[in-house]
């Protein structure tokens, strides 16, 4: 399976200066070696997406929105919001849902997570969804459970599609313990691998469209240990958060799951 290397920027870089130094080094790094292996994507803040986007046209890098509005696909009177139309029309082919941030600052819940995910599909937008357990829940070995519960926004959304098959090119899976993110806390591989074998069991169980989902690890991956990661059949790429912001440690994480896929 294809590996996927995404870079969440969140709320960064702070300047258009900044921004366009980090996709100038993104462009004059050799990706020669990643193809046809490993994807690279970016998701910049939503106020960049379409001058990052026209910057990277043509290199094989791809553009994401970081949110998406649940209220429209298209339009409407909803102050602050982004929607999957405008995100696509941006530049973005792709949008992070389900993020532990917006869960946790925006109480984001299941009804919530369906609409959104629905108005992506609607929009031609792919959605790579992010899952993960807190510090409690991992200690009091909840982590299966809570991931299976989360995963039920999927369910729905197979239940609701006309066409599930479109999440064969239109899905992608995050696992990110929340505990891990940007901590330097990280899982062994072998908990990652048997935390990533029962997501895809369990997607395989909702529709055989699902079945080869790719599943990416995520939290506190960076160029030191993305090579053990990668290592495994069943981590599929990695969504990296601070060491996207260096072209150097990102393409770094990439050649690492463009060598153990290849």
């Not at 026209?54 to 791809?62: K, M, R």
């Not at 602050?80 to 995100?87: C, E, K, L, N, V």
């Not at 479109?166 to 072998?190: C, F, H, N, R």
């Amino acid at each position: 399976m294809q590996a996927w290397v995404i870079g969440n920027w969140k709320q960064n870089p702070a300047t258009q200066h900044a921004v366009n130094a980090l996709v100038n080094d993104l462009k004059q790094t050799d990706r020669t070696c990643l193809a046809p292996s490993c994807r690279l994507m970016v998701a910049p803040s939503t106020i960049h997406i379409a001058g990052v986007s026209a910057q990277l046209q043509g290199s094989g890098i791809l553009c994401a929105a970081q949110d998406i509005s649940a209220h429209s696909a298209s339009t409407g009177a909803y102050t602050g919001d982004i929607s999957a139309a405008q995100a696509f029309d941006a530049g973005a082919r792709w949008s992070i849902l389900g993020h532990s941030e917006r869960r946790e600052y925006h109480q984001e819940d299941h009804e919530t997570l369906v609409q959104k995910t629905q108005n992506a599909l609607s929009e031609q937008l792919g959605v790579i969804f992010c899952i993960g357990e807190s510090q409690q829940q991992y200690d009091d070995k909840q982590t299966l459970e809570v991931l299976s519960t989360q995963l039920d926004v999927i369910a729905d959304v197979v239940r609701r599609l006309d066409d599930p098959t479109i999440l064969s090119t239109q899905l992608i899976v995050a696992y990110e313990p929340v505990w891990a993110i940007g901590t330097g806390k990280v899982p062994t591989v072998d908990e990652v691998s048997a935390t990533h074998t029962h997501i895809k069991h369990t997607l395989a169980g909702y529709h055989n469209a699902l079945a080869n989902t790719a599943v990416l690890y995520g939290g506190s991956v960076n160029a030191g240990n993305a090579a053990d990661f990668a290592a495994s059949r069943v981590i599929d790429g990695a969504l990296v958060g601070g060491a996207s912001l260096k072209a150097e440690s990102f393409m770094t994480i990439a050649q690492a799951f463009a060598a153990a896929k290849a």
